[in-house]
């Protein structure tokens, strides 16, 4: 059994920056990709970020250049550092990790932007 659990978001103003966490623990052998999804109130969840097993990032339109996803392959911990935050950048966070066992997500975590 995997487990993710997620730490890190919170209320922050415009312009600010917090970063998530995302630990997993369990059988995890092989770890194929880490994803951050989001999902904001009435809104399809949708692709925010995410890293191979080879480090290669991508990223969606809307976080470029303000968001970086990172891994720490020890400790099987993904991380998204989120600056210039905006108000549109309020939803709920997900990891997401696809292992040679199958697909787990963690619980999800708040981020609000506001002022």
């Known amino acids: 059994q995997v487990q993710l659990v997620e730490s890190g978001g919170g209320l922050v103003q415009p312009g600010g920056s917090l970063r998530l966490s995302c630990a997993a623990s369990?059988?995890?052998?092989?770890?194929?990709?880490m994803r951050w999804y989001r999902q904001a109130p009435g809104k399809q969840r949708e692709l925010v970020a995410r890293i191979s097993s080879t480090d290669n990032t991508n990223y969606a339109d809307s976080v470029k250049g303000r968001f970086t996803i990172s891994r720490d392959k020890v400790k099987n911990t993904v991380y998204l550092q989120m600056n210039s935050l905006k108000p549109e950048d309020t939803a709920v966070y997900y990891c997401?990790?696809?292992?040679?066992?199958?697909?787990?997500w963690g619980q999800g975590t708040q981020v609000t932007v506001s002022s």
């Open positions: 369990g059988s995890i052998f092989s770890i194929i990709a």
């Open positions: 997401n990790f696809i292992l040679s066992t199958g697909t787990y």
